[in-house]
């Protein structure tokens, strides 16, 4: 008797109804954005003082890092805002190097998408939050294509270094007045290194980015761009944690350029009166990038894209036509190029991620029913009761992914539920005294 054959994996289709859908404004973003817009007022006032607005580019590599780690507590805030700084001072390192060293575009096109996707693939494990890598890839990939010589780089890294450090001091500053941070801590996370095993489903996600990026940019070249890096961040835009989600941003991501192309060509003549106009345009659209971003991304792109231009122009005048072009045409190559990698490069690894983060689901709970409360230490049932509520969230997020990705088997959405369901069930319960308390009673 022949065996039944399991379910083929069938492509999704791709949604088009919600696309464009506002949400709530985020409730902490003005703390991100202000932070940040303090460290880049700082340095770009200095350096219009100084007559050097050329060098914004390595300053505000720096000051963007104060987008990052306030919704942790101080402590972990601390730990992440030097982390990424010192990944920004990395990644503008590398590009700079490369910059003063190798004159072929090609070349530098794939080293810049070959640290963007380590840049995706070491927040997405570290789960650093909103922005994401995409700041980080954005002054790298930029920093690529910066006329560069080998004398230079070391004070351009020590601007890098400098206005991270700023960010540093201004997003530790509410330390001093407040004993909590203004939001909610992160969520649970398992350790980075865990994540970037053999066979982690992430390892796709950065294939997509190396393979995705280098052909947007050379595909950008061969076109004729002057700004191939555009092409490689739009490209390491579309990228997300499955082809659902990526289709969803690509779609986003053109209309918030279109329209953000639109902006810029209106504030051009107002930011070209003087030095002070361009850096309060740059600033005023930084904030509004982020109040924007949460409502939804084509918003937030509305105000990212003529920033983006804008900070360009702070090294001197460029055709405003051209820079229109350029920037329209590497957004169109990237999202395409994005999707069309997207499907070819599939992430059959998220089911297999389902299957493991049912399995530390499952054991999770085992260890809450073998700690009982009044019968074990309260710190223990404590510990057990946080793996549990982490192991539960790792399997909500594994199912969401997996359930977005194309050409995936059939996924074991009913025990999913259930242990979900379980779960929940024993979290809601009282624990430590109160519950041995209730039991006696």
Known sequence: MAKPSSPRPRPLPLPLRGLLRLRPAAPGWPWPAF????????????????????LALYTAA???????GHSRPYAVRARTLALVVLGAVAGVGVALGCAALVASAPLLVLLASLVAAVQKVACDASRIGPPGSIVL????????????RPGEVPGHLGLVLGSGALAWLICMTPALVRRRPPAAGPRPAPGALAQLRPGSPLLPVGVRVAVGGTLAGWVSLALGSAHPYWAVVTAAAVFQANTTLSWQRAVQRVLGNLLGLLLFTALLPLARTGGLA?????????????AFMARNYWLGSLCVTPMALLLGEFAGAHPAGGLVADRWTDTLVGAATG?????????????????????????????????PPGQAPDEEVARARDRLAAALLELREAADVAAGEWWQRTLPGDRVAREEHEGRRILSAPAGREAASATAA
């Open 278 to 290: 361009l850096v309060v345009l740059a600033l005023a659209l930084q904030i509004g990038a982020e």
């Open 62 to 68: 720096g000051a963007l890092c104060a987008l990052y």
């Open 339 to 371: 999707l069309l990698v997207c499907a070819l490069v599939t992430n059959r690894r998220a089911a297999d991620r389902v299957d493991a983060a049912l399995a530390h689901a499952e054991a999770a709970r085992g260890a809450v029913a073998a700690a």
């Open 35 to 54: 932070s940040a817009a303090a460290a880049m007022a700082t340095a770009d006032v200095t350096l219009l003082a100084l007559d050097r607005l050329d």
């Open 137 to 148: 890839t954005f002054v790298t990939s930029t920093a690529f294509f910066v006329p560069q």
